[in-house]
C-alpha cells in the first residue's frame, strides 16, 4: 500500500488532498502545527471530524511517523525542521500557493506552485463558483497526486502545477452544498 505524509494539513488544500489520498487508497499520515489558538484547534478539530474514522489516515507528531513514506507534502514549517528527518521514495514537495519572494536555491525540497482555488471555505458567493482563472479545489488535489506519482517531472526547484478542470459548476456546487450539510457546526458559525 502507499503511504503518504502531510506536514501541516491544517488547512482546506490539505485536507482536500487528505480526502483525495484516502479515495486512491494511500495510507495518509497528517500533523498540524503546535501553535494553534483555541479557535484554531476547535476549527481543525471540526475538520478532521470531515474526514471520518477511516482506517486510512491518522493524526501524528513527525516522531511518531514512519522513517521512510512513497511521497510527502509540507505546507507549513515544523518547529526545528523535524521533516528532515524523514524520506520519501517518490517525492517531497513543499506546497506554495504563489512564487516565493525568496531565491528557490534556498530551498531544501522542491516546491510545488499551486493555482487558485475555490472550494467549500469560498465565502463570497459569487466566488463559489468556477471562473477562468481558478479550479476546484479537489481538481487541483487530484492533479497534484497524478504529477508527484510520475518519475520524471523532479528537474525543477519550483514548479507551476497544470490543472485540467474536471469539475463542472454543477458537480462543483453539489459537492459544496454535500460538505456544508455534512460540516455544518463551528465552521459555519465563523460565517454568520
Known sequence: ??????????????????????????????TCPHDHTEEQKLLLEER????GRNDLVRVIDLQDGKETYDLIFIQSEEPNKRETDIKAQQGMYRILFE????????????????P??????????????????SFFVEDVAKDLLKWASRTN???????????????DDKQAEEMIAEWKRQ?????????E
Not at 512564487?99 to 499551486?114: M, Y
Not at 487558485?116 to 482563472?133: A, S
Not at 517531472?153 to 469539475?167: G, P
Request: with cysteine; charged share 30%; glycine share 6%.
Open 116 to 133: 487558485r482555488m475555490f472550494g467549500p471555505w469560498t465565502l463570497d458567493e459569487e466566488r463559489r463558483t468556477k471562473n477562468d482563472h
Open 153 to 167: 517531472q523532479r528537474q525543477d526547484m519550483t514548479h507551476q502545477l497544470k490543472v485540467e478542470s474536471q469539475t
Open 1 to 30: 500500500m502507499e503511504t503518504g505524509l502531510i506536514i501541516g494539513a491544517d488547512e482546506f488544500f490539505g485536507l482536500t488532498l487528505c480526502e483525495y489520498m484516502m479515495k486512491e487508497g494511500i495510507q495518509v499520515d497528517i
Open 48 to 51: 478532521m471530524m470531515w474526514l
Open 183 to 191: 460540516n455544518s457546526t463551528f465552521f459555519d458559525k465563523k460565517q
Open 99 to 114: 512564487e516565493p519572494e525568496d531565491e528557490p536555491s534556498k530551498q531544501n525540497v522542491p516546491a510545488v506552485i499551486l
